[in-house]
C-alpha cells in the first residue's frame, strides 16, 4: 500500500468482506492481514478455497458484481503494487 494509506485500504477491504456474506456466492473463509514486521504496508488478502474452480466460479461474480467492482476501483490508488500466489494447505493443527 502507499504510504499512509493503511487505516483507509483495510477499510476497504473490510467493506468488501462484509458485502461478500450478503452475496448468494457462497464465499469461502476469507481474512484480511496487515503487517507487523517486514516490509512496511503490506496488506494480505487470504482466501481459503477447495479447488481452482471454485476461484474461477468466485472471481466470476467479483467481476460481474456492481458494489465489488466500486469497492475495488477505490481501493487501486490506495495501491503500489500486488502479486498472487497459490499455495496448497498440506497440514493443519
Not at 4 to 16: F, Q
Not at 22 to 27: C, L
Amino acid at each position: 500500500m502507499k504510504f499512509g494509506k493503511a487505516r483507509e485500504a483495510i477499510a476497504i477491504w473490510k467493506s468488501i468482506l462484509e458485502e461478500s456474506k450478503k452475496t448468494d456466492m457462497h464465499a469461502p473463509e476469507m481474512r484480511v492481514l496487515s503487517d507487523l514486521s517486514g516490509e512496511s504496508y503490506t496488506l494480505v488478502f487470504e482466501m481459503q478455497i477447495k479447488s481452482m474452480i471454485d476461484l474461477n466460479q468466485k472471481q466470476a461474480v467479483w467481476a460481474t458484481t456492481e458494489r465489488f467492482q466500486e469497492l475495488y476501483q477505490k481501493f487501486i490508488p490506495l495501491c503500489e503494487g500486488s502479486q498472487r500466489e497459490f499455495l496448497k494447505i498440506e497440514d493443519e493443527v
